[in-house]
């Protein structure tokens, strides 16, 4: 079935390690998005990818990686994680031209 | 600095009734305007849009009010449904992606 999807939907991993966040999506939206949803902040922006090989960052990046080697894929990458990335992560893609936004069904990320 | 303010966390109303839901945003430059919709454990999902051309844009139930001069909109839902109860997000598109800046949400509960 056609859409976006995270994988996985729930993690949960130590302090200190690295750990990798998956999404991909099937429309060749040129537009993908990372996003942290936290009590009393909404969704906060991590990167953005607006083409293959292209990333920059958005409001909260730090302690976060991204790549995109193909239009479909955007992984996000903790590389240390923390206690304070304990988040549900959200997973975004537009196409061109279009301001709406298709959310992924997001990962529980628990450092513990 | 929070460009996108929702200052209800929450909001209670009775089947049938109108439920309004605020938004506030500092940023006089923005020109487009969307409200998501999130389930528990679920992605955000796109419910309507205001162009800042418009002052008003209507969508079966849902309504979307905008006041440029107060730098305010509002969502309304009538007649509110128990299947509305979730968190309310207003956002705006800006930047060289046309990235979403969030506000922080409001959870509507409708009581049957």
């Known amino acids: 079935d056609a859409g976006i999807t995270q994988s996985p939907r729930y993690k949960i991993t130590e302090t200190g390690r690295q750990v990798t966040l998956m999404c991909h999506q099937t429309?060749?939206?040129?537009?993908m998005f990372w996003y942290r949803q936290d009590l009393g902040h909404g969704l906060r922006l991590i990167y953005y990818?607006?083409?293959?090989?292209?990333?920059d960052k958005g409001e909260v990046p730090d302690g976060y990686v991204v790549s995109r080697s193909k239009t479909e894929n955007f992984p996000l990458t903790l590389e240390s994680a923390t206690r304070s990335q304990t988040s549900v992560y959200f997973c975004?893609?537009?196409?061109?031209?279009?301001?709406?936004?298709?959310f992924g069904p997001g990962t529980r990320l628990t450092v513990t | 600095d929070q460009q996108v303010k929702q200052n209800s966390p929450s909001l209670s109303v009775q089947e049938g009734r109108i439920s309004i839901l605020n938004c506030d945003y500092t940023?006089?430059?923005?020109?487009?305007f969307l409200w998501y919709k999130k389930y528990p454990a679920e992605g955000p999902t796109f419910l309507i849009s205001?162009?800042?051309?418009?002052d008003k844009n209507e969508d079966g139930r849902f309504t979307v009010f905008l006041n440029k001069s107060a730098k305010h909109l509002s969502l309304h839902i009538v007649p509110s449904q128990p299947g509305d109860s979730a968190v309310y997000f207003c956002?705006?598109?800006?930047?060289?992606?046309?990235?979403?800046?969030f506000g922080s949400g409001t959870q509507l509960t409708v009581l049957p």
């Open positions: 975004a893609s537009r196409k061109a031209g279009d301001d709406e936004q298709y």
């Open positions: 429309w060749s939206h040129s537009y």
């Open positions: 990818s607006a083409a293959a090989d292209i990333t």
């Open positions: 940023n006089s430059m923005f020109d487009y």
């Open positions: 205001i162009s800042s051309i418009k």
């Open positions: 956002a705006a598109p800006s930047g060289s992606a046309r990235q979403l800046t």
